[in-house]
């Protein structure tokens, strides 16, 4: 990476984080940051276009959205790595925008993972020599509180948006809260946008009867987080009028793991060894949610992705032993929408029929 | 005057129609192609069922539309019900036959599995992305043997050792077909060896991990072949119960969905001589680019979907102006 005063820094789209790495970005290294446009169907054609075809989804959205950075004027971009392909996916993406043709310097986590935080600094001085790690350090544990607050609102919207009385009031205060956190340059914008937010949510009417229905969530982590990945499972969802809850995102995931141990623990009777990056975890939550009694799972995941084709036959067994539908849903680069509509609608139809028999 | 309910299913091959009374008399039914025009099979359609009612005291005041086309006919006639398939199916079965444990639905396009537990669904599978274990696959192969689809069950049935087919893929059971008729099995035992193989491929594709308890109701265009019942009888190893109005299930549930609903309208057999055009547009609002259809009927658009956002509501409405202006 050569040395380069004035950078101007991309990350790949994934769900809502973006205004994350641009915060980090801006108030801790002190460059500018690209935001390329939100993900579309052209993002997904130029990922299909240059990617192996076997490879997930994820890659190809990963893929177009470098591209559509690099062609908004990016000239540096960093790339995270995780524990199933995702770990190879960044020297992947390179070599491929590299034979593109398109010039620019490159940062790729996943040559940094001793997990020290020395480490991590000299990976982020590559981005900016003169960063100093009093502010780096200020801009990261606010840039942390900010991806909690999305995680954080995010979930509450999807419980609740499915039930206002008033159409469009959750989503009204819910894009402002992210154009407030696209526009914060201080810890103290963070928590104002997220107190507003909080208070809003607080005063919108809801109806949601006695009962509730609530569906749980899980699967690969990058498409069960990604509205335009899966083609916006959780507000179809909501729109029927369905309580949605996911424990998967980056808080809960990253941050706030109990450990694979710890929570391999609670699912002794499932499975004696760990599986895959999100396997363990959603082999927990599934059993969480049964334990609570949710009316419904849904397990989604990309075409190929292993990890999550392995926790099927186990997701199967807890759907027998509590009772509880589970839907799966496997995303393509080639779907159309209509096929998941009417598997969705069915779910619903499913679950709401069969919760007046129980009540 | 009675009131009635008319359902209405419109699937990738075929379209199907019944008119329903409170107690679950069916006083019309039909069933024809839909031959890739679901506007002009729903009128024939109708014209069938105005046909059977006529000089009766009827009066339709609910209409339920069910079927992959069950959007565009449901604005077509107006209906007070649009459905999924599944719900229509499992809610049409459960009706006729209330000890249901499990519902095998196999249609032109796509195949599905409904367990039943206390007369509603708990559990159901449907076919993605592939066209083994579904009706396409067999029709394909009776042409390639020159079979009408309709006899292939009958043939299958003079069949005492069914040939072995590769049938895990359409593509490639085709080219193993081709070897086996060269190397001399004879055509009965390759038509049981199909049914077999629809049946082994649904087993293994949308049945997998399903537990299928009796009794076992098999319905669908394919449940018509009765070599394919015997073939899920032998794998299943229980009696298979194939309804006389199996194939007009769909069609029936969407019309006990349209006569639970609160939603009541009066239908008049008036849309036969209206006319209905459909008309694709491209939003171009973002690059997006959502494939918007527009429903124009005798010049006006009634309705219009396929947009994930709202700049596709203003993208139709200019569509329609333009429309208009043309015509």
Not at chain 2, 66 to 71: D, E, N, V
Not at chain 2, 130 to 143: D, E, I, W
Request: net charge negative; aromatic share 8%.
């Amino acid at each position: 990476m050569g040395e380069k005063k004035n950078r101007k820094i991309a990350f790949p789209m994934v769900a809502r984080y973006n205004e994350v790495v641009r915060y980090f970005v801006e108030q801790g290294l002190k460059q500018t940051y690209i935001m390329q446009p939100p993900m579309t169907r052209h993002t997904l054609n130029l990922g299909v276009k240059y990617a192996p075809d076997m490879v997930c989804t994820p890659f190809k959205t990963i893929l177009g959205s470098m591209i559509e950075a690099l062609e908004a004027g990016a000239d540096t971009l960093i790339m995270v790595f995780g524990y199933c392909r995702l770990g190879y996916y960044g020297e992947l993406a390179e070599t491929i925008l590299r034979d593109l043709g398109y010039e620019f310097d490159y940062l790729n986590l996943a040559e940094y993972t001793t997990g020290k935080s020395k480490d991590y600094l000299k990976a982020l001085r590559k981005l900016n020599p003169d960063a100093k790690a009093v502010p780096l350090g200020k801009a990261g544990i606010d840039g942390l509180k900010m991806l909690e607050r999305i995680d954080t609102i995010e979930s509450l919207y999807y419980q609740n948006c499915g039930f206002e009385i008033t159409k469009g009031q959750y989503r009204k205060a819910f894009d402002r809260f992210m154009d407030d956190m696209s526009k914060a340059q201080k810890g103290s914008d963070i928590d104002e946008g997220y107190d507003r937010c909080r208070e809003t949510f607080d005063s919108i009417p809801v109806d949601k009867g006695p009962f509730p229905l609530k569906v749980g969530v899980l699967g690969e982590y990058f498409t069960v987080m990604d509205e335009f990945s899966n083609i916006d499972l959780e507000q179809t969802l909501a729109d029927l009028g369905v309580e949605v809850h996911r424990w998967m995102n980056v808080s809960n995931r990253n941050l706030h793991y109990p450990g694979e141990k710890n929570l391999n623990a609670r699912i002794r009777e499932y499975c004696t060894y760990e599986m895959g990056p999100t396997s363990t975890a959603n082999i927990w939550y599934a059993k969480d949610c049964a334990e609570r009694g949710y009316d419904g799972l849904i397990h989604v995941k990309s075409a190929g992705c292993t990890p999550e084709i392995d926790i099927i036959p186990v997701l199967q067994r807890i759907g027998e032993d509590y009772k509880i539908p589970i839907l799966y849903l496997t995303y393509d680069s080639q779907d159309g929408s209509a096929g998941f509509q009417t598997r969705i609608e069915a779910f619903y139809d499913m679950i709401e029929m069969r919760k007046k028999v129980i009540h | 005057m009675e009131d009635v309910y008319m359902g209405i299913d419109v699937g990738s091959i075929s379209t199907k129609g019944v008119i329903l009374t409170k107690d679950n008399r069916i006083v019309a039914s039909a069933y024809i192609w839909t031959e890739g025009n679901p506007i002009g099979a729903v009128k024939q359609l109708l014209h069938l069922l105005e046909e059977q009612v006529s000089g009766e005291e009827y009066r339709i005041v609910g209409t339920g539309t069910t079927g992959s086309a069950r959007q565009l006919v449901g604005t077509v006639v107006g209906a007070t019900v649009v459905k999924n398939e599944i719900t229509a199916h499992a809610v049409g079965t459960t009706t006729f036959h209330p000890d249901v444990r499990t519902i095998l639905e196999i249609g032109g396009q796509d195949s599905k599995i409904i367990l039943v537990e206390n007369g509603v669904a708990i559990d159901y599978a449907m076919n993605t992305l592939c066209a083994a274990g579904t009706g396409a696959f067999l029709s394909s192969q009776s042409n390639r043997l020159g079979i009408p689809v309709e006899e292939m069950g009958e043939i299958a049935l003079k069949s005492s050792h069914p040939t072995q087919i590769a049938a895990r893929c359409t593509v490639f059971a085709e080219s193993d077909l081709v070897h086996k008729i060269q190397v001399g099995h004879t055509r009965e035992d390759i038509v049981a060896g199909l049914c077999q193989a629809v049946v082994g491929n649904y087993l293994n594709n949308v049945g997998k991990g399903k537990k299928i308890l009796s009794p076992v109701v098999f319905q669908g265009g394919v449940s018509k072949n009765i070599g394919v019942v015997k073939a899920f009888e032998r794998q299943l190893g229980c009696p298979v119960l194939v309804d006389e109005n199996g194939h007009l299930m769909g069609a029936i549930g969407a019309a006990i969905l349209a006569r639970r609903s609160k939603k009541r309208k009066e239908f008049s057999f008036d849309i036969e001589d209206m006319e209905f055009i459909t008309r694709e547009i491209n939003c171009g609002g973002c690059p997006n680019n959502c494939e918007i259809i527009c429903v124009y009927r005798d010049g006006q658009m009634i309705d219009s979907w396929g947009n994930r956002c709202q700049r596709g509501d203003a993208a139709a409405k200019k569509a329609a102006r333009r429309f208009s202006e043309e015509n």
